[in-house]
């Protein structure tokens, strides 16, 4: 009788001795990524202590009495060190996200995904944790033979306090973002209060809420899920593959070089390996073992890649125990590769895309800080009084009410004064103080009275108007015009 031929069935067995059921998902082993030393190492880590200075510390930064950098949604005052903005100055972060689109563009046309391999916030927490990792409970093999053991105390003992700094570093990076929108000292009163450390009222429960929800996320991306966020929940190695073309420079094998790859004795000379019949590549697989996401670089370009160049670093350090020439792993383009460049060719870097991109870059960045720089530091907005569009006052004289909201994106307190132009003897009369505290804002009625003469010239309908709202020169501070365009109604 012949043997029946097993058959494979995604969803379900059958009583059938012949199927066979298997899982529709595939579980991944745990990464765990050797430690490595090496120039882009080092790099890796001066933008892990620059981003982590600027985050942690900015948001204690004292500035005019207040902290430096503040988003302040309650009062809806966004304070960047002498800058006070506005909700009505959102356009600013529109341009801000535009720039920093372009530069994303430019570096990623230019050398591949930087951002992701030195400064993204999933690289930076998972650098960190990996190092409490490995300070608590060693490098690769220890954590592998730690994984394989049997629970007991020494375990309980590693895992517990790898747990628990995760966790203090998770809520800490929670509470420093919150500080960003709460006024950190405050926050920080608030929360030894709720710890019962001091007195005083404790945390609001929005506060609490978004202390622990960053937290969380920081603890649960940066501890477990790494290379997970990076390879299916980011946006970014999808969409990569867009602004790479053939002289983009990434991380790359050289297989000519390589190949046959094979083990053989250190004391092997390298002009002896052709007669050898092995490349240069000993398949030591420490390029594998140090990739935070477990692939490996030799099977050619990967949208995993992230482009953190420890498998740079480790295989140059593996050349020079071998007294090998270094960068059979290295920054190369596709076209270098296959013409069997060894260097970087500058005039190919320089091509027109990533010509444009910069143009572009240059001119969006320009044109957003010089418009910073000449952000007027009064803002004015004139809405019309809905109740009386327009009527007769004395002398035959027609009467408009408006209101105007004044805002002062100073932190000294101004005084401002209206007039009105673009109607012949148009006239406009504050009702109300015209004079702001710092970064304060006030809505004040506003009346333009125009002569029974020019009315009549006017005749009925909407006739354009110009509010121009001064605020005088004195001291060090030079006279501000803002001009807003309106519209007096001449009744039938």
């Known amino acids: 009788m012949a043997k029946a031929t097993a058959r494979v069935i995604p969803i379900a067995s059958t009583p059938d001795d012949t199927g066979a059921m298997v899982s529709m998902f595939a579980k991944e082993a745990t990464i765990h990524p050797r430690a490595v030393r090496g120039w882009f190492a080092a790099w890796r880590w001066v933008c892990v202590w620059a981003t982590q200075l600027v985050f942690y510390g900015l948001v204690w930064l ?42 994303l563009f430019l570096f990623t046309a230019v050398a591949g995904r930087l951002w992701c391999g030195y400064a993204c916030p999933q690289t930076v927490y998972t650098e960190i944790f990996l190092w409490v990792e490995r300070k608590l409970e060693g490098d690769r093999q220890a954590r592998l033979k730690l994984d394989a053991a049997p629970w007991g105390a020494e375990k309980l003992l590693r895992r517990g306090s790898k747990h628990g700094v995760w966790i203090a570093i998770g809520l800490w990076t929670g509470f420093s973002f919150v500080g960003y929108f709460t006024p950190i000292r405050a926050l920080w009163q608030e929360s030894l209060a709720t710890l019962g450390l001091a007195a005083g009222a404790g945390l609001g429960p929005w506060e609490a809420f978004w202390v622990l929800f960053y937290g969380f996320a920081t603890y649960g991306n940066a501890g477990f899920m790494r290379e997970q966020v990076c390879k299916y929940m980011c946006p970014y190695a999808r969409f990569q593959s867009a602004m790479f073309d053939r002289d983009t420079l990434v991380i790359s094998y050289d297989p000519a070089r390589g190949e046959p790859r094979g083990s053989r004795p250190r ?20 390029c594998v073992q140090v990739c935070p996401t477990g692939i490996d670089i030799r099977e050619g370009l990967q949208y995993e890649c992230i482009g953190c ?48 991109y910069g143009a572009v870059l240059v001119l969006i960045t320009g044109a957003f800080v010089a418009s910073l720089a000449l952000r007027s530091p009064v803002r004015v907005d004139v809405v019309r009084d809905r109740g009386t569009l327009a009527r007769l006052v004395g002398q035959g004289a027609i009467e408009n009410v408006y209101r105007l909201q004044l805002m002062n994106a100073t932190e000294r307190p101004q005084r401002y004064r209206v007039a009105v132009s673009g109607i012949e003897g148009a006239s406009a009369e504050l009702r109300g103080e015209a004079e702001l505290g710092p970064a304060a804002s006030r809505w004040v009625p506003v009346a333009v009275r125009v002569p029974a003469p020019s009315a009549t010239a006017l005749g009925p309908g909407a006739h354009a108007l110009r509010f121009e709202v001064i605020r005088e020169a004195e001291g060090d501070q030079p006279e501000v015009r803002v001009v807003e365009k309106s519209t007096f109604v001449v009744p039938r």
Request: proline share 5%.
């Open 267 to 286: 004391s092997l000379p390298h002009d002896a390996l052709q007669g050898q019949g092995k490349g240069d590549c000993i398949d030591c697989t420490l």
């Open 309 to 356: 160049a420890a498998c740079i670093d480790v295989c140059n350090g593996v050349m020079d125990k071998m007294d090998y020439p270094r960068g059979l792993i290295r920054y190369a383009t596709q076209n270098g590769l296959t013409a069997g460049r060894s260097g970087i060719e500058w005039r190919r870097v320089l091509r027109p895309r990533v010509l444009v």
């Open 62 to 103: 004292p500035w005019n009495g207040r902290q430096a950098v503040l988003f302040d949604l309650e009062a809806r005052r966004f304070y960047l060190f002498d800058l006070v903005l506005y909700p009505q100055d959102f356009i600013y972060l529109t341009a801000l996200l535009v720039v920093c689109a372009y530069a």
